[in-house]
């Protein structure tokens, strides 16, 4: 059997089984979800959808529970969807560039970790601003397009186990700076900050992989990983 190339869909298959392991190979997404998580507030309507695209196995569940909102998540892989569908989201199989989603639907759209591995960065931009409405939260994160980003994500990540080999490929990796001017086309106003792992977390994960949960904390530099977060205006 030929070896999958990187960023092939079909890698989160085979690493199914490491969406909920603790200390497993997907333990920085967990940290990455729970930073996400963070930024949501608590809806101040009824009906409030948040739109989870690229949901893979439904990390953000936890930390957007009780939020108010009606949780959709939406990806090309039923194996992830299978996790998120136990953690009480709503599940869709669909392509981040055609989302399987009426316009204007969202309260909040989030976009964590997926924007690095589509291969139509505009079309996926112009949908998550489609399918949110007026007024609406996006929310997401993303590896930067620089050296470090490269270095630290492929050559240090893959070589020490914070990142399953061949998930990435570089050249998808997202320049902030161009991120802000496409969403802007779309009335959204993105703001972005650097996030790194903390030292001592990410330590305790590499050495002893069953330790308990580290986190992500904001720092100035986006040369490796950024959140983005904006508001759609309303365009009328």
């Known amino acids: ?26 333990e920085l997404l967990h940290w990455l979800a729970a930073a996400r998580g963070a930024l949501v507030p608590r809806s101040g309507r009824t009906d409030a959808i948040l739109i989870d ?82 007024g609406g939260l996006l929310v997401l994160d993303t590896i930067n397009d620089t050296w470090l980003g490269r270095f630290v994500s492929i050559t240090l990540g893959e070589r020490f186990g ?17 991120l802000t001017t496409q969403f802007a086309k779309h009335g959204v106003r993105l703001k972005v900050r650097g996030v790194r792992p903390s030292v001592p977390g990410l330590i305790r994960w590499l050495f002893l992989p069953v330790a308990a949960r580290g986190r992500m904390i904001p720092t100035r530099s986006t040369q490796v990983l950024y959140q983005g977060i904006g508001r759609k205006e309303d365009m009328q």
């Open 53 to 134: 695209a690229g949901c893979g196995g439904g990390l953000l569940a936890p930390h957007v529970v009780g939020l108010g909102y009606r949780h959709i998540g939406v990806d090309l892989r039923s194996s992830g969807l299978e996790h998120s569908a136990r953690r009480g989201m709503t599940v869709l199989n669909g392509d981040v560039t055609a989302l399987p989603l009426a316009d204007g639907i969202a309260d909040v759209v989030v976009a964590g970790e997926i924007l690095e591995h589509v291969t139509d960065l505009p079309a996926t931009v112009a949908e998550l601003c489609r399918v949110l409405r007026p």
């Open 1 to 26: 059997m030929r070896p999958l190339k990187r960023n092939d869909p079909r890698l989160y298959d085979e690493l199914a089984d490491q969406w909920w392991r603790p200390g497993g190979e997907f």
């Open 162 to 178: 914070a990142a399953p080999v061949g998930i990435h490929d570089p050249e998808l990796f997202v320049d902030p700076g161009d």
